[in-house]
C-alpha cells in the first residue's frame, strides 16, 4: 500500500464528494491492489459512509454547514482514515491469512499476496520492504537476499506458474500444488524445498550445494538434474521420476536409498506397500508438461479428483452414486467437452457446465 498524505487527501476528497477527475483516476489506479481496496472498505465502515466502493452515492453535508465547519469535519475524517489504515495494518501484518483458492498467491511469513494478474510485472516485498521477488511476465523469480523469511508459493487448481529460484534452478508448479522454502535457501550445506503437489524441477548445478525436494513420503536429492515429482495429499500413487542426470530417494518407507538413472522412477501406493523401480511412463507422469491430462488405471474418484484439480472445477454429484471403474486415455486438456462426453457414457449420466462447476446428474 501507498501510505502518504497524498492518497490520504484523495480518500477525503472522494468521500467529501471534492474529488477532481485527476484524483478519481488516481484512487482507480490505487485500488486495484486487493490490499488497499480493504483499506478503502475498512475505512467506509468505520466512517459509516454510504458506501465501501467508489461510484457510489455519497452522503453530502447539508448546504448551510458553513465553511469552517465542513474543514473540521474534513480533517476529523482525515484523521479517522490514518488510525484506521494504521490499527488495519498493525493487525494484517500479525495474521496469518490463507492461500486464494482463485488466484496464485505467494506468503511472506506467513501472511498471503494475492496475484490477480500475472502479466503485471511487480515486485513482493517482506515487512521490512526488502524485496523478496519480482513477478516478470508470468514468472516469478525469487530474489537473492539475507532478508531469512519464509516462502509458501500456492498454485491454486486450474493454474500453473513458473519459478525461478535464487540460485537460478527452474520449478514448474502443477495445478493444486505448494511449496515452501526460506528466501536464502542457499545455505552453508544444501538447497532445501518442501513439495506438496506435482513439479517438474531443473536443478542448477552446485555441488557444493545438494539440492534436496522434501515430500511426505520420500526426500529426494540432486546435484544438478531433471526430474518430475507427484505428492499430492488425495493421489494414491506418488512418485518421482528422473529425466536426465541421478538422484537419491530416501525416507521412512525406504528400506535403502535408491538412486535413479534417467528413464526410472520411483513409486509409492501405501505405506504398507514397499515403494517401486520401474520404468517411467512420460507420457503418463509429465502429462501436464504436454498440456495434457492423462489417466492409467485409475479409479472413479481420481479421475474426478484430476479434473477438478486440473481444469479448477467443482464436481457436483447431485446426489447420484457414481459407479467404481478403472479408466485409462490420454486428452488434451482444451478438450474438456470430450473428456465429459467420455464420462456420460462410463457413468451413465448427463453432466451440465454451470459456471466453475460440473453437475452429474442420474439418467436412471
Not at 477525503?12 to 477532481?20: A, G
Not at 490490499?35 to 468505520?46: I, L, M, P
Not at 472445477?313 to 465429459?340: A, P, Y
Amino acid at each position: 500500500m501507498n501510505q502518504n498524505s497524498e492518497i490520504f487527501t484523495i480518500i477525503s476528497n472522494y468521500f467529501f464528494d471534492e474529488i477532481s477527475p485527476e484524483e478519481q483516476e488516481i484512487l482507480n489506479e490505487w485500488l486495484k491492489n486487493p490490499e488497499n481496496k480493504q483499506v478503502f472498505k475498512d475505512f467506509a465502515k468505520a466512517n459509516y459512509l454510504y458506501s465501501t466502493e467508489p461510484n457510489h452515492t455519497i452522503i453530502k453535508l447539508p448546504s448551510r454547514t458553513n465553511v469552517f465547519a465542513r474543514k473540521m469535519m474534513r480533517y476529523a475524517a482525515l484523521l479517522m482514515l490514518i488510525v484506521t489504515v494504521g490499527v488495519y495494518w498493525k493487525l494484517s501484518t500479525n495474521k496469518v491469512s490463507t492461500p486464494s483458492s482463485e488466484f496464485i498467491s505467494v506468503a511472506i511469513n506467513g501472511e498471503y499476496r494475492v496475484l490477480e494478474n500475472l502479466k503485471e510485472n511487480s515486485f513482493l516485498t517482506d515487512e521490512n520492504k526488502v524485496q523478496i521477488a519480482s513477478l516478470e511476465n508470468g514468472t516469478l523469480r525469487l530474489m537473492d537476499n539475507q532478508s531469512n523469511s519464509n516462502l509458501i508459493i500456492n498454485v491454486p487448481n486450474g493454474k500453473n506458474l513458473k519459478v525461478i529460484l535464487s540460485d537460478g534452478s527452474e520449478v514448474l508448479l502443477n495445478a493444486g500444488t505448494q511449496i515452501s522454502l526460506e528466501s536464502d535457501f542457499v545455505k552453508s550445506d544444501s538447497r532445501k524445498v518442501t513439495l506438496v503437489g506435482q513439479a517438474f524441477f531443473e536443478v542448477a548445478r552446485d555441488s557444493a550445494h545438494p539440492f534436496y525436494v522434501i515430500t511426505d513420503h520420500f526426500t529426494t536429492k540432486v546435484l544438478g538434474t531433471k526430474f518430475n515429482i507427484s505428492s499430492y495429499k488425495n493421489q494414491r500413487e506418488t512418485f518421482v521420476n528422473l529425466v536426465e542426470g541421478k538422484i537419491e530417494v530416501s525416507g521412512k518407507e525406504i528400506a535403502a536409498k535408491e538412486i535413479l538413472k534417467p528413464g526410472q522412477k520411483i513409486k509409492f501406493n501405501s505405506p504398507e506397500q514397499k515403494p517401486v523401480v520401474e520404468a517411467a511412463k512420460p507420457d503418463q507422469d509429465m502429462d501436464w508438461l504436454n498440456k495434457e491430462i492423462a489417466f492409467e488405471n485409475n479409479t472413479t474418484d481420481e479421475v474426478l479428483n484430476k479434473i477438478e484439480r486440473v481444469y479448477g472445477l467443482q464436481i457436483v454429484r447431485n446426489r447420484m452414486e457414481v459407479e467404481n471403474f478403472h479408466f485409462s486415455g490420454t486428452f488434451k486438456i482444451e478438450n474438456l467437452d470430450q473428456i465429459t462426453h467420455t464420462l456420460e457414457i462410463l457413468l451413465n449420466c448427463k453432466i451440465q457446465k454451470d459456471g466453475s462447476k460440473l453437475i452429474l446428474i442420474s439418467k436412471n
